[in-house]
């Protein structure tokens, strides 16, 4: 199913009782990429109080690209505060890091869970998002004789990614939107033991 994904950085930054909190939104295609965006805010900002984050690292129904951290504030009152933001919103390749400069007057843990909440959420009203549309891996090996038709399918389903490898066949690796699947092997009916189709 196609979701949203932030289409550039994004910083916005709001106060609360003399706190800054200030938000910053990256798109992210792994937890790797998200990690090395933490430590970069974290490198930009190193006199901050604090650096909670939480991010989703793939799409948005993906439970194991989940993440997040409260980086010192009390448990439970920055990082998963922000990452129900998130799932919320309904985004997916997401990293959502708030930089915290503490203005000298306690918020408690309702204030602080409240702030962070808020950082997160008005930076989403203002940010600039995209379609992702998920992809599958597929092979398709032919003989020679059916480059045309293996063309054709290539421009018929919008394929991306794609590598030709010339062998004894030719073979087709590339990438097919998933809602497309059922599609192409309608499509490949015709040309059954013609064309073998691989799904990774």
Same mark, same amino acid.
Do not use: C, D, H, W
């Given at each position: 199913m196609d979701y949203h994904r932030p289409a550039s950085a994004h910083q916005t930054e709001i106060e609360v009782r003399k706190s800054r909190f200030i938000c910053d939104i990256q798109p992210v295609n792994d937890r790797d990429s998200a990690t090395a965006f933490i430590e970069s805010v974290r490198a930009r900002e190193p006199k901050a109080n604090h650096h909670c984050w939480s991010y989703i690292a793939g799409s948005p129904d993906d439970a194991h690209q989940w993440n997040y951290s409260d980086d010192g504030e009390p448990k439970g009152t920055a990082g998963q505060p922000m990452l129900n933001v998130l799932q919320h919103s309904h985004m997916g390749n997401i990293c959502a890091?708030?930089?915290?400069?503490?203005?000298?007057?306690?918020?408690?843990?309702?204030?602080?869970?409240?702030?962070?909440?808020?950082?997160?959420?008005?930076?989403?009203?203002?940010?600039? /998002?995209?379609?992702?549309?998920? /992809?599958?891996?597929?092979?398709?090996?032919?003989?020679?004789?059916?480059?045309?038709?293996?063309?054709?399918?290539?421009?018929?389903?919008k394929l991306i990614d794609c590598e030709r490898c010339f062998g004894t066949d030719i073979q087709i690796t590339a990438q097919l939107p998933i809602n497309r699947l059922n599609d192409l092997k309608q499509a490949l009916t015709p040309f059954q033991h013609l064309i073998r189709l691989n799904i990774s």
């Open positions: 890091v708030v930089t915290r400069y503490f203005g000298g007057i306690k918020l408690g843990t309702g204030g602080i869970a409240r702030a962070y909440s808020q950082a997160v959420n008005e930076a989403l009203q203002t940010l600039p /998002t995209e379609i992702v549309t998920p /992809t599958q891996e597929i092979v398709m090996i032919a003989s020679y004789e059916l480059t045309g038709e293996l063309e054709q399918l290539i421009s018929q389903f």
